[in-house]
């Protein structure tokens, strides 16, 4: 889907007060002041919106200007969710946790929306921002709040690939399948997780290669037991002939637990099945249980906290 908004629907005096109402909209609940005081009507912006499934990208264009997530905001609001700003043009400058980050062309750094905020611009500016709920980046990141405003250089590595497939995305996000755009938009994250884990703040002692080998293992058997309503640690161990604490060392280095990886893995199959056509008839429960779930209220809850929408409207994609 995509949608553009801009400052020229309104009358020139009105045009602060309109981006404010509309970067609230798009994200959060956010104060938003220009850094020099403007002639009446010299304000603009626009926002070019892109959703794929589990993934909103919009590009920003605006001039000079200070936005702010400030502790009543975040007190009013029950929003949980990861931004990426990924600078295209000019500078930024992302300030949460005691850290500042400065962004250059290429940049990116990532900001909660569960705690105060503030983006500074000093001129006009193009950034490319990416919209995650809080729950599926916290399932492959430890520590998440040690990360936020820290600059990901992109003129090298992750940093360099995500600006490249971002750049891509956002000209052809309009042709793709709903099923292919949920494929990309794991690949993004996928992307941004690695910058991140570059940071030193997420650098993490490495798995030999016997753990990690076994850890493989591990997941590998979760993966095809999924459809299992009893898989628990207790059955993986019987069933790989180990223990459930050697189970439990092996995700001890891990963003989750064993019991919530099981848990975290059957809702991405989930949303990957509500995409797919050929069970575009099946009901929701029947998907859900046919993941191992035997709860579908709970299912329900669980799969808006990951995904930020409802099943039933994350099968609603499929249609456009």
């Given at each position: ?68 997530r400030t502790p009543a905001h975040v ?43 503030t983006l500074l611009f000093d001129d ?148 990957r099945d509500l995409l797919e056509p ?43």
């Open positions: 889907m995509n949608h553009l908004l801009s400052t020229d629907a309104v009358a020139r005096d009105q045009r602060l007060a309109y981006w404010t109402d509309m970067i609230c909209n798009v994200y959060v609940q956010l104060g938003c002041d220009p850094v020099r005081t403007p002639q009446v009507g010299d304000f603009e912006g626009r926002i070019q919106q892109h959703s794929l499934p589990g993934l909103d990208l919009s590009v920003v264009t605006s001039r000079a200007q200070r936005v702010t007190a009013r609001s029950s929003d949980d969710y990861f931004l990426v700003s990924i600078q295209a043009r000019g500078k930024g400058v992302v300030s949460q946790d005691g850290r500042d980050a400065v962004l250059a062309a290429g940049d990116f750094a990532l900001y909660d929306s569960t705690r105060p905020y006009a500016f193009e950034q490319i921002v990416l919209k995650l709920p809080g729950e599926r980046l916290r399932s492959q990141l430890r520590d998440t709040e040690a990360l936020t405003a820290t600059t990901v250089s992109g003129r090298e590595g992750a940093g360099h690939l995500l600006l490249g497939m971002l750049r891509t995305l956002r000209d052809d996000v309009d042709t793709l399948q709903p099923a292919s755009a949920l494929a990309v938009a794991d690949g993004v994250q996928s992307i941004l997780v690695a910058g991140l884990q570059t940071l030193p703040a997420a650098r993490s002692p490495a798995l030999s290669q016997l753990t990690a080998y076994h850890l493989a293992r591990v997941k590998r058997r979760i993966d095809e037991q999924l459809s299992d309503p009893t898989l628990s640690v207790a059955s993986l161990a019987a069933d790989l002939g180990v223990s459930e604490s050697h189970i439990h060392r092996l995700f001890k280095g891990e963003p989750l637990t064993v019991s919530r990886y099981i848990w975290e893995r059957r809702l991405d199959a989930c949303g050929r069970l575009a008839g099946r009901p929701l429960a029947d998907i859900a249980y046919g993941r191992g779930f035997n709860d579908a209220a709970h299912f329900s809850r669980a799969f808006r906290d990951r995904f930020g929408c409802s099943p039933r409207e994350w099968r609603q994609q499929r249609m456009h």
